[in-house]
């Protein structure tokens, strides 16, 4: 079902668009993982790549470390070939990746997306098979309510398994800004609109807001029958 080859072609097709963000937005968080040195070095890398004039400050913000380590790593990454330096002055220097430099970061991106996916795999799994708890219960359209990481991971999820026979057939949100756009091509509406949208059922896929969409459904004479939580209470 999830080959690394399909994984492979998603992530090409999509050019790591929506899977590589969430990925990085999951590993920078250290209260979950903590980034190993490789990870680093392969931030590292693909910042100097990104902006030759980025400073070592900069570096230590994006990648959490000291100053210090940051000069320790860009040391040992010259002496390795990694790197090269062009400094103007004291305080500016510009840097460079060597082909080395630039085939290094290439394998341990290869590496970086290979392991993340296995994360990837293990939490659409999950997810599938909460969905086919839904289609027991003889759902096949539904509402997503919260337009955030858990709704993505869904829509990610489905668009990977065509043969799961159930459609997201919008999602809901509260903020303004969101509305008139899409999520992984789904489109992003208001509450207003429910009743002008076919559907079986609304998953609330938020963790934080869930108590408060479930009341507020309530409020709108919204069949309690009809609400789906991916958080149960």
């Not at 795999?121 to 997810?127: G, L, V």
């Amino acid at each position: 079902m999830f080959s690394s080859c399909f994984f492979y072609q998603f992530a090409v097709k999509y050019h790591y668009s929506v899977i590589e963000q969430w990925m990085v937005n999951t590993l920078n968080d250290n209260s979950f993982f903590k980034p190993t040195l490789l990870y680093k070095e392969f931030m590292i890398l693909d910042l100097i790549e990104k902006d030759a004039n980025i400073t070592q400050r900069e570096i230590s913000e994006a990648i959490g470390v000291a100053v210090s380590m940051v000069n320790s790593y860009l040391d040992d990454y010259e002496k390795k070939g990694l790197i090269k330096r062009k400094k103007y002055s004291t305080k500016t220097v510009e840097y460079f990746l060597t082909k080395k430099g630039k085939e290094r970061k290439k394998v341990l991106n290869i590496s970086y997306l290979s392991d993340s996916l296995k994360v990837f795999k293990s939490a659409s799994q999950d997810i599938i098979k909460f969905i086919n708890q839904i289609l027991e219960k003889g759902f096949k359209k539904v509402l997503l309510y919260g337009a955030g990481e858990v709704a993505e991971i869904l829509l990610q999820t489905l668009t990977l398994d065509n043969d799961l026979p159930i459609e997201v057939v919008g999602v809901i949100d509260d903020d303004i800004n969101k509305l008139g756009t899409s999520l992984i091509g789904t489109n992003i509406v208001q509450i207003e609109s429910v009743n002008e949208i076919e559907h079986d059922g609304i998953l609330i896929s938020s963790y934080t807001n869930r108590e408060a969409i479930m009341e507020k459904l309530l409020n709108r004479n919204y069949s309690k029958n009809n609400i789906l939580n991916f958080f149960e209470n």
